[in-house]
């Protein structure tokens, strides 16, 4: 059977749910393709950070644009998704530490960003009484903050149907051609077509991509994350520690969520990621070093996502500089929570009308294309043991 | 709601603990679950979901309606504690609250 | 060094580790109680042993102490990785283990048996009131009721009577017909469980002047804040309420899947119990050719069968092991197989007598006890979504999302998202379950020991 539509998207997490809402409030009729469930694997596990602070500068002007729809979420998808604006705060524990960030604020102003302020210690210790007594301060952008991301899934969702999108789970595409001005994407039983196509497979992004003709490498990572029992409250803003691979927030149901990049291990081909349990102690270790009141909070449950990332940790969007009507929505290298609601915006602007409001040339696909490869991509990338930064590999 | 049996030969040494700043006779070894189910209210918790009672239910450490704080430990499952001269028992009625324990 | 670390010092357990010490391998075996025995032989070192199967326990218990191994009480196993790699905590401390073998022998569960109020205070299940029994001497100070189906509501009843406790009166949900379907069984029983048998037959006509109200179909539990009464219907269409304070129920035992399911183990579903198993082969070997599974956590087969079941394992891990051939291997394993068969036999019959009764699960019950989930909030999250399975469930109503982490609703779950899409359990599975299989803190796993 066939059906379709002015445009297809290829990923059910929160940016194709994101880009299918935007193209159908623009009229055009869309269908989405979920292999498995919606939001099943990175926008499933996400942490829901809704942050600007510490982005890498191509992300910036989508992120603020981004940030201004989050304070109006409910208006986008009736429903404020647990929103809460408690601000994100890095902090630093030497002066060296501080003097960067002060640099970095410097040059942020300098170029005209104002979202990122520097604290002192006095008003570190207001902020997040429960931080350690020898971090001196930090930088703060007071509007970040964080989300729930079963309810934003949830709203995106029911928004998506309420624009009436078609949303297929279940629905894995094995096939992707182009064809008479229309593309055609295909599991082995149904046949999808539409002039327009959206990218937004998530880890398995660069699979489709390549299936669409475009090389674009892409990596995985499996970062975990803790979740403790319910406690009292405890901390407001959302405290991140990069260098100390930690990052520490407190849910609206009360438990913390502990994350900040120790990796487990990814397996694309099944779908799933396992924790590795020493590299995790890691994690719980620097959460009772920055935060000495938790280290008798249980631990309720620990998981690995599955997500892709970029050898830039930039996100990709942008039109396929070679393949008419495909929009690449993929990459967000453990970020891409907080640009949701923007870029679906930016997908259906580009797809529509040739060209997006907000200045993402930043994030185009081109700039980390290889050349054309004759040959399809074997499916799945494998992880090695042993190591724990994720290998960014070429398909071959 | 609950009463012991006689000794029937067996040999159990008494001990002395505290439930909720109450001195409570016990038997050394015995599981607090089982304590707890002698002692008025007969519960263990306040769920932190909606403050609701609840008591112990499997008493082998599958349902974790048990939860207490033991010596200072909260959240910990009373069917597979044991009574120990001296212990301090205290029904959890709210959220662990480390903030308030650092003395913050 | 330990060559096979055995997680659980029940009969399975113990039996293993007896054989597999004896053989020259290095056994390690870690236990969450203070005491060897197991749920069946709880407490057996201090309590009076109460007629054969009990002194049995006692004998193993004695042997085991002496020649099972390195046994560490107290001890909670919390992940296993491949390797394989065990993380564990004693004594508020977490260690690393990193042993040839794994041998999970942790047993069974009730099955959950949710119904409107059983969170309540006052309910209690009948293992739950057993374990009161064996490891506290502590019975109901007033005559209790008893609700459900199953050879240990029959045993509970006598055990608590033979005490000086009574009974009020038994709710019985076991559906009609039972005694004809199990009729053709019985023959191929008697051969392993004549004694059994005997011996239910003796509790079952003890307890037959006790008040039983047959057929029931529903129960609920009255609060507010605990158990005042408990409301019933039968299968005929009666109904009446019990005033009560306390009620123990029970449908049945299935094999604890967290470890074999967090070791990666694959699993089935046994359609007769109405639970999931662990796949195991001829050897007990699981799907993970390291990690083998014996006794009631393989498939529930009561306390003698678990023996066998743990003695054929340590021969398994043996021949793995290079300890003996393959020739040696059958010819030690062939008597255990037919033990395990005969055992086998007999839990046919008592499947046929007391088959899962699984009553119907009403919108308003707390299918989620620890995050207070209800039946309707799951079943609204399923309309319209043929592809959402338990996992999805759980995202989005944050069911097995609590400290028990779906060990009393993951059942119930897979029964209601299966009910929904008109699927089996077997096509829906369990929840995806992930680390840690028990709660250990931020600062145990903070200072884990991966040095021996």
Redo the contacts between chains.
């Keep these: 059977m066939t059906a379709t539509a002015d445009a297809l998207v290829i990923g059910g997490g929160l940016h194709g749910l994101s880009a299918a809402l935007q193209l159908a409030r623009r009229g055009a009729s869309v269908i989405l393709l979920e292999r498995?469930?919606i939001?099943?694997h990175s926008s499933?596990a996400s942490a829901a950070g809704v942050r600007t602070l510490s982005r890498a500068p191509a992300e910036l002007p989508i992120s603020l644009a981004a940030m201004e729809m989050w304070h109006n979420i409910e208006d986008l998808v009736g429903d404020d998704c647990d929103f809460r604006a408690d601000g994100q705060l890095k902090v630093a524990e030497t002066n060296d530490e501080l003097d960067e960030l002060r640099a970095r604020v410097n040059r942020l102003r300098q170029d005209g960003f104002f979202h990122e302020e520097i604290i002192d210690a006095s008003e570190l210790r207001e902020l997040v009484p429960a931080l350690a007594q020898h971090f001196i301060g930090g930088v703060i952008a007071r509007r970040d903050g964080a989300a729930d991301p079963?309810r934003t899934?949830?709203a995106f969702l029911r928004a998506v149907l309420g624009a009436g999108v078609v949303v297929h789970?279940?629905l894995g595409v094995s096939r992707l051609e182009r064809r008479e001005g229309v593309w055609r994407a295909g599991d082995g039983n149904s046949w999808f077509e539409a002039p327009l196509l959206v990218n937004a497979a998530g880890a398995w992004a660069g699979q489709i991509a390549a299936m669409a003709g475009d090389n674009i490498p892409l990596g995985t990572k499996a970062s975990m994350m803790?979740v403790?029992?319910r406690i009292a409250p405890f901390v407001r803003p959302t405290v991140i520690a990069p260098e100390r691979k930690l990052s520490l927030k407190q849910t609206s149901?009360g438990t913390l969520l502990?994350g900040g990049g120790q990796q487990g291990r990814p397996d694309l081909q099944n779908e799933r990621s396992?924790?590795?349990?020493?590299l995790?102690?890691k994690a719980?270790?620097a959460?009772?070093e920055l935060f000495p009141g938790?280290?008798?909070?249980?631990?309720?449950?620990?998981?690995a996502g599955l997500e892709a990332k970029t050898s830039d940790n930039v996100a990709i969007a942008g039109l396929s500089p070679s393949a008419p009507g495909l929009m690449h929505l993929f990459g967000f290298s453990g970020h891409g929570f907080q640009l949701v609601p923007a870029l679906g915006v930016a997908a259906a602007e580009l797809l529509l009308d040739g060209r997006s409001s907000v200045d993402i040339s930043g994030l185009s696909p081109q700039r980390l294309m290889l050349p054309k490869k004759t040959t399809l991509p074997k499916p799945g990338l494998r992880y090695n043991p042993g190591e724990y930064t994720c290998e960014i590999s070429d398909f071959d | 709601?609950?009463?012991?049996?006689d000794?029937?030969?067996?040999v159990?040494k008494p001990v002395t603990i505290s439930v909720d700043d109450v001195a409570i006779s016990a038997?050394e070894?015995?599981?607090i679950a089982?304590v707890l189910?002698?002692v008025p209210?007969?519960?263990a918790r306040a769920?932190p979901?909606?403050g609701?009672?609840?008591?112990?239910?499997?008493?082998?450490?599958?349902?974790?309606?048990c939860?207490v704080e033991i010596d200072g430990e909260t959240?910990t499952r009373s069917?597979?504690a044991?009574a120990r001269h001296g212990m301090s028992v205290r029904r959890q009625a709210a959220r662990p609250d480390p903030l308030r324990n650092m003395g913050v | 060094m330990t060559d096979v670390l055995v997680i659980g010092a029940g009969p399975a357990g113990m039996s293993a580790a007896l054989k597999l010490q004896a053989r020259g391998l290095a056994v390690t075996v870690v236990d969450?109680?203070?005491a060897p025995g197991g749920?069946i032989f709880a407490a057996i070192e201090?309590?009076?042993a109460h007629g054969a199967e009990d002194r049995a326990g006692a004998e193993l218990v004695t042997s085991f102490r002496k020649g099972g191994g390195n046994y560490l009480p107290n001890t909670e196993v919390w992940?296993i990785?491949?390797g394989p790699?065990v993380?564990m905590t004693r004594e508020g401390r977490?260690r690393?283990l990193e042993p040839r073998f794994v041998l999970l022998a942790t047993g069974a569960?009730?099955r959950p048996m949710p119904f409107p109020g059983w969170?309540l205070?006052?309910?209690?299940?009948i293992?739950?009131?057993q374990?009161?029994?064996k490891?506290?001497?502590?019975?109901?100070?007033?005559p209790v009721w008893l609700a459900g189906s199953g050879p240990l509501l029959l045993l509970y009843a006598h055990q608590l009577i033979a005490?000086?406790g009574s009974v009020a009166g038994i709710l019985d949900t076991t559906p009609p017909g039972r005694l004809a379907a199990s009729a053709a069984r019985l023959l191929a029983a008697l051969g392993y469980g004549w004694r059994d048998l005997l011996r239910g037959l003796g509790w079952w006509l003890h307890l037959r002047r006790l008040r039983t109200i047959k057929g029931v179909a529903a129960i609920e539990a009255i609060g507010p804040?605990?158990l005042a009464a408990v409301r019933y219907t039968t299968r005929r269409g009666a109904s009446g309420e019990i005033a009560t304070?306390?009620l123990l129920v029970h449908d049945g035992v299935v094999p604890?899947v967290h470890a074999t399911l967090a070791a990666g183990c694959a699993h089935r579903w046994n359609s007769v119990q109405r639970c999931f198993e662990p796949l195991v082969d001829r050897f007990c070997a699981s799907s993970n050719p390291e990690v083998f599974v014996a006794g009631d956590g393989a498939t529930v087969a009561g306390g003698r069968a678990a023996m066998l079941s743990g003695a054929l394992a340590a021969i398994g891990i043996a021949l793995a092991a290079g300890k003996l051939s393959s020739a040696e291997a059958e010819a030690a394993a062939a008597p255990l197989r037919r033990g395990l068969a005969a055992a086998a036999s007999f839990r046919r019959f008592l499947d046929a007598l007391y088959p899962p009764v699984e009553m119907p699960i009403p919108d308003t019950t707390q299918l989620c006890?620890?995050?207070?989930v209800t039946a309707r909030q799951v079943r609204a999250s399923l309309v319209g979504?043929?592809?959402?399975?338990s996992d999805?469930v759980k995202?989005?109503t944050?069911a097995g999302?609590?400290?028990?982490?779906g060990?009393?609703c993951g059942l119930s779950l897979t029964r209601l998202v299966a009910e929904v899409h008109g699927r089996t359990p077997a096509d829906i599975g369990f929840l995806h379950i992930?680390?840690?299989l028990k709660?250990?803190?931020?600062?145990e796993?903070?200072?884990?020991e991966?040095t021996p």
């Design positions: 498995a469930r939001g099943r499933g079963h899934l949830a789970e279940g803790i403790t029992e149901q502990i396992e924790i590795d349990t020493r995790l102690a719980a270790a959460a009772t938790v280290g008798p909070l249980r631990i309720v449950r620990a998981w | 709601m609950i009463r012991k049996l000794l029937d030969g067996v159990m038997e070894g015995e599981p089982a189910l002698r209210p007969f519960t769920t979901v909606s609701a009672p609840r008591a112990p239910f499997c008493m082998m450490g599958v349902c974790f309606e939860l959240s069917c597979l044991r | 969450d109680q203070p749920r201090t309590r009076r992940q990785e491949p790699r993380f977490a690393m569960q009730e969170q205070p006052g309910v209690m299940t293992g739950g009131a374990i009161l029994l490891t506290a001497r502590q019975i109901p100070d007033r005490a000086g804040d605990r304070d306390l604890g006890r620890c995050e207070e979504r043929p592809h959402l399975g999805g995202i989005a944050r999302m609590g400290p028990c982490q060990r009393q992930r680390p840690p709660p250990l803190t931020l600062g796993l903070a200072a884990l991966t």
